[in-house]
């Protein structure tokens, strides 16, 4: 099953980050920081790192050191925010290349969506972890980012997501929440693409529960040292946590289909209902027609309201109403026959005193010849 995971947040200075060792980091390279001069040699991991990539706006790629030493010092600020970083789960569905194409295009969207610099690292699960954990680090500079005319990079005003709400009102612009939203759908549409070109049903959804109308409690994230100790038998509070919310979401599933499981068969039993009746209705008239399709229209409305409902939206008093629907329709519909049989025989009656009454006329007239 495809796992969702799609979080931003900012390196600042004021936290004590440094863009230059994040990136060295991730992408599992030695680097130096040019402003203070320290070193950040991380090839130790470079056998963690999967694939990684450098993408500027108008193509090409630049260096590592140069592209977060630039960004460095292109802010002067103590508490400026020299980059931001977006975590995502890659499948663990697709292949290793497919992964990689995957983080790419998203790496791509960024730098035409803000015109910025993007650094991609593709990271592999940890040898003590969840083995499906495979995740890309997608560090993007505050600034837009452009080759000048001498070769090198120039670094311009800040990139829309990260000025403060009250710059983007007066640009006509939301909230910048609302772009991390429209990001995080952004991933779970490249990401769906990719598992269905690979030929896989599995899907994400950038939604939570409650806004997928789905009644089930969240389990909490468990990180690599987590599952470490999960793995070699000891017990955690997250871990605790996470079996009980599985139990309680297990509990609900089974009630969520028992309920749906006896919606199904009473509307199943309503629709052959409203089949015999709308039968019966096409025998009297051709103009009744329309009201089976409208029947039918309702009972699928019902079907598919029934598929969708969540454990406690509908129960038993759903599936009793709509069986006191169905014996109403019947009701009346066995009303109406009657209706229709008492005037047919009225009409009989009436003609059979019709016919009556010209016989004795008839009769009548002969004596009087006689």
């Known amino acids: 099953m495809a796992i969702y995971l799609a979080s931003t947040k900012p390196i600042s200075r004021s936290a004590g980050r440094s863009v230059v060792a994040a990136s060295a980091y991730r992408s599992g390279e030695d680097l130096t920081n040019e402003l ?54 890659l499948p663990h569905e697709l292949t290793s290349d497919q992964r990689a194409e995957l983080a790419d295009s998203f790496a791509r969207e960024l730098v035409e969506r803000y015109g910025v610099a993007v650094d991609v690292a593709v990271h592999l699960p940890g040898a003590e972890g969840d083995d499906r954990n495979h995740h890309a ?30 710059k983007r009102a007066s640009m006509g612009l939301g909230k910048s929440a609302d772009d991390v939203t429209e990001i995080r759908q952004l991933w779970a549409t490249l990401a ?40 070699k038998g000891r017990r955690t509070p997250t871990g605790n ?96 026959q009657r209706a229709i049989e008492k005037a047919r025989e009225e009409a009989a009656h009436k003609e059979r005193l019709r016919a009556l009454g010209a016989q004795r006329g008839r009769e009548s007239s002969r004596g009087r010849g006689r």
Not at 143 to 163: C, P, S, Y
Not at 202 to 210: E, F, L, M, V, W
């Open 241 to 336: 946590h996470n079996r009980q919310v599985r139990a309680e979401n297990a509990q609900r599933a089974e009630v969520i289909d028992f309920a749906l499981a006896k919606m199904e068969r009473a509307i199943k039993v309503m629709r052959e209902g409203l089949d015999k009746v709308a039968g019966a209705l096409d025998r009297l008239a051709p103009a009744l027609q329309q009201r089976r399709q409208q029947a039918e229209e309702k009972a699928n409305r019902w079907l598919m309201f029934a598929k969708g409902v969540g454990a406690g939206a509908t129960k038993k008093a759903e599936a009793d109403r709509l069986q006191r629907e169905q014996e109403q329709r019947i009701a009346a519909e066995k009303e109406r």
């Open 137 to 166: 680090h997608v560090l993007t500079t505050t600034r837009t980012v452009e080759r000048g005319a001498d070769g090198k990079l120039v670094f311009g005003d800040k990139a829309t997501i990260e000025l403060s709400d009250k």
């Open 36 to 89: 203070d001069g320290h070193q950040h040699d991380y090839t130790p991991r470079q056998n963690s790192v999967a694939h990684k990539q450098v993408f500027i706006p108008g193509g090409g790629t630049a260096s590592r050191s140069e592209l977060w030493n630039d960004a460095e010092r292109a802010e002067k600020r103590k508490d400026a925010r020299t980059g931001r970083e977006w975590v995502v789960a």
């Open 192 to 231: 769906n693409n990719a598992l269905e070109r690979a030929g896989q049903e599995a899907r994400i959804d950038h939604r939570s529960n409650a806004e997928q109308g789905l009644d089930r409690v969240p389990e909490r994230h468990m990180g690599q040292n987590v599952v470490a100790l999960e793995r």
